[in-house]
């Protein structure tokens, strides 16, 4: 069995690789926050992402809920700016650190659960290894 090909593995490795656009955006954000007229930018919601690369939940039963997501939007965009600093910037600090804090959480998160599921695959293969990979 190779684990690479289950699908938990590959929404997680997609997570991941969202978080990563994320932190590089925001990255931006904050780097720019003295630039004249620079905007906050920030990436569609993860959901959308999904959404367009054919990952949905399973309807198990038929009296679920069919969930929508809005997939107009997948790179970078802006972000309607809550304040302007006299110079136009856009860019709330505040803000932005809380955005980052917020995806390495998810991050972490996600790293934490792939590194499980891969632990709990080797021992139920008998290679060894627990949990912790």
Same mark, same amino acid.
């Given at each position: ?41 920030? !990436? ?34 802006? !972000? ?19 955005? !980052? ?33």
């Amino acid at each position: 069995m190779d684990p690479t090909r289950i699908a938990l593995f590959d929404l997680a490795e997609r997570r991941l690789a969202w978080t990563e656009r994320r932190q590089a955006v925001l990255a931006q954000n904050i780097a720019n926050a003295d630039t004249p007229g620079w905007q906050s930018r920030d !990436v569609a919601p993860f959901a959308a992402a999904a959404d367009q690369a054919g990952i949905a939940l399973a309807r198990t039963d038929p009296f679920h809920l069919v969930g929508t997501s809005d997939t107009s939007l997948l790179g970078a965009r802006p !972000v309607r700016p809550t304040g302007r600093q006299p110079d136009g910037n856009a860019v709330s600090l505040d803000q932005e650190l809380s955005k !980052v804090a917020d995806t390495d959480t998810t991050q972490s998160l996600v790293s934490a659960i792939y590194h499980t599921y891969l632990g709990l695959f080797r021992t139920a293969l008998g290679q060894g290894g627990g949990a912790s990979g």
